[in-house]
Structure formats: C-alpha cells, structure tokens
C-alpha cells in the first residue's frame, strides 16, 4: 500500500530557510498529484501547496505565496517544500499527502517545524 | 478570501445521530468543489473518510456518508459510537485550483 514518509522538519530561526521532503512508496509517483497541508499546535487543518501529477501546475495558499515553493523528482519518488523567510505564525506538524481526484487521500505521518529565535 | 466554516463542536448519544455541515462564506458548495472529509485525533494524521461528496474511502463503515444539503457539503454519522469521538475537517477544491480546509467540527459522543 501506498506510504509517504516526510522529514527535514527542525527548530529553525525566523527569517531563515528549510526544505521538506516526502518520500513515496507502494505506488507510481510520477502519475499523482501531490499537497502539503500543516498544522499549527491545537489549530487546524491548512492546505499549503500543491503540484500536479506532470509538475506542470503548482498552487500555493495565500499565506506562503512567495516564500513556498513545491516541487517534486519522480526519478527519486520525492516531493518537496522549500520555506524561504520563515514565521513564527509557519511552525507547525507538515504534512504531505497524495492527490486523487481534487482531494488528499493518503497521508504521511508529518514532520514538524517550529520556528523560534 | 473564501471561508469554509464548520460547526465548531457537536455532541451526540451513542447510537445517535448526527450532520455535520461544510459551507462557504459566498455562495454554495456544489460536486464541483470535490468535497472531502476526514478525522482526525489528537497526535495522528488524518485520515479520509469521504471524497467527492458522497465516496467512502477504502475500509470505512457504512455509518459515515456524505452529501449535499442545501447549500453545504454534510457529513452524517449515523449510529454514533465511542471512538467516532474526534475531530472533523472538510476541504473543498475551489476556482483557482487552490483546497481550502474548514475549521473543524469536534465530535464529542456521550
């Protein structure tokens, strides 16, 4: 069955970068959309990013536009979320999960990153 | 910016019966915003329960269905029991191609 396992998650400085991977198995990567959706602690679910199954599409939730950038290399079955000029308001468990047909259906378990001085 | 409000908390009996409801700020929630439901507890990622408004996802009881009612996305639990006790999230896929999440309905059986 189909697994995603995330890391890079750590304690980093505001202002400064971090990239976050998601490496897929138990399916064919290159044929899936893929989304990043975090979750700050005691909040909510927040879509983050997406990418289309081809590469050639990536949408971004307001609130990262311009810092985030999705991405993804099928020939390693990893997707990734670079996080430039990080917040505090960004820390938070990251998760990826694959797309279906417009929705996440699988999920990984998350990766956390919390952004403290 | 869109808005996709959620109940923030319900209670329901075991046994019983209860609609949770996905809704937008403006205008109303279609098929074409894919809706898509999940639960989640405390420390786990959360898991699919409903996709495309009324799908179940592989392995989910027949007690979870969705649809839609009115102008909103629902999620029925029908036939509560203790460990349907958790959170609720809807996403709705809208123009733009972005996904937007609801703030969540915390179920409480008692």
């Known amino acids: 069955q189909v697994q995603l396992v995330e890391s890079g998650g750590g304690v980093v400085q505001p202002g400064r970068s971090l990239r976050l991977s998601c490496e897929v198995s138990?399916?064919?990567?290159?044929?899936?959309?893929m989304h990043w959706v975090r979750q700050a602690p005691g909040k909510g679910l927040e879509w983050v990013a997406a990418?289309?199954?081809?590469?050639?599409?990536?949408c971004y939730a307001d609130s990262v536009k311009g810092r985030f950038t999705i991405s993804r290399d099928d020939s390693k079955n990893t997707l990734y979320l670079q996080m430039n000029s990080l917040r505090v308001d960004d820390a938070a468990v990251y998760f990826c999960?694959?797309?279906?047909?417009?929705?996440?259906?699988?999920w990984g378990q998350g990766t956390l990153v919390t952004v403290s001085s | 910016q869109t808005v996709v409000t959620q109940e923030p908390s319900f209670s329901v009996s075991p046994g019983g019966t209860v609609t949770l409801t996905c809704g937008l700020s403006?205008?109303?929630?279609?098929?074409?915003?894919?809706p898509s439901w999940y639960q989640q507890t405390p420390g786990q990622p959360p898991r699919t329960l409903i996709y495309?408004?009324?799908t179940r996802s592989s392995g989910v009881p027949d007690r979870f269905s969705g649809s839609i009612l009115g102008n909103k996305a629902a999620l029925t639990i029908t036939g509560a029991q203790a460990h349907d006790d958790s959170y609720y999230y809807c996403v709705l896929y809208l123009s733009g191609d972005i996904w937007v999440f609801g703030g969540g309905t915390k179920v409480t059986v008692l």
């Open positions: 990418i289309w199954y081809d590469g050639s599409k990536k």
């Open positions: 999960a694959r797309d279906t047909g417009r929705y996440p259906a699988d």
């Open positions: 138990g399916i064919i990567f290159s044929n899936h959309g």
């Open positions: 495309a408004t009324n």
């Open positions: 403006s205008g109303s929630v279609s098929t074409s915003h894919y």
